[in-house]
């Protein structure tokens, strides 16, 4: 299908510790349309980071092959992987992940460095980025002077400043408080459906996961069910 963007073929992922294998994921067969808002549930140590990596291209299937638009990743080399990584793919986490050092700003144009774009047209888009997330009165701010929801506010504008094709968020609003995270998660909904981009969401907050699209189960590395809203 022509909106497909990421297509897993028969994924298996293990991983080798001390000595003996372990295998994460089995057998994930998954199509990700254009646009979808995605949300992966499953107990802990079922393997919804590990998918969220593969997905991400951060760590590559141990077996099967992972189609990013109809490209197969075992075809392209690393800076080619790098680049789309870099152009496509917006990455949140738990632990916000911020620059210490930089500014709100900073950390939003950080993204944009690889992209080799000019300086003027970085900025332009951070600050447009920041609005979105309705912190535009906290551009200097460094991540040690903003809340938890406002540091993953500043995230969310990192992820979104590259207009990428694919969000993934592992855990956004597991370290806030209910109420901010239910701001937090509402930002997200917003912005997905604003942008149109794709989320793949991993949460242990089920009221969060039953509010996304199509909502996927995670057992002991393997699809276990899934439902569409
Ligand atoms: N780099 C690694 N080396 C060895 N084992 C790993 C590695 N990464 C993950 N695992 C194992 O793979 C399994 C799945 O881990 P994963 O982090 O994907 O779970 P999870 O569903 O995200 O859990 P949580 O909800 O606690 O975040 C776990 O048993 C974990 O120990
Ligand atoms: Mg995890």
Known sequence: MTDTILNFVNIHKIFAAEGIDFTALRNINLQIRKGEFIGLSGKSGSGKTTLLNVAGLIDPPSIGDLFIK????????????????AQEIGYIFQTFNLLPLLSALENVEYPLMLLNLAEEERIERAHAALKKVSLENFTHHRPSQLSGGQ???VAFARAIVKNPTLILADEPTANLD?????EVFELLMRLQQ???V????????NDLISRTHRQITIVDGQIAGEVTK
Do not use: A, G, P
């Open 70 to 85: 109809n490209i197969n990743i075992k075809n392209i080399t690393d800076n080619e992987l790098s680049l789309i990584r």
């Open 198 to 205: 794709t989320v793949m969401l991993c949460s242990h907050d």
């Open 194 to 196: 604003d942008l149109k």
């Open 151 to 153: 540091r993953q506010r």
């Open 178 to 182: 209910t109420k901010t995270s239910d």
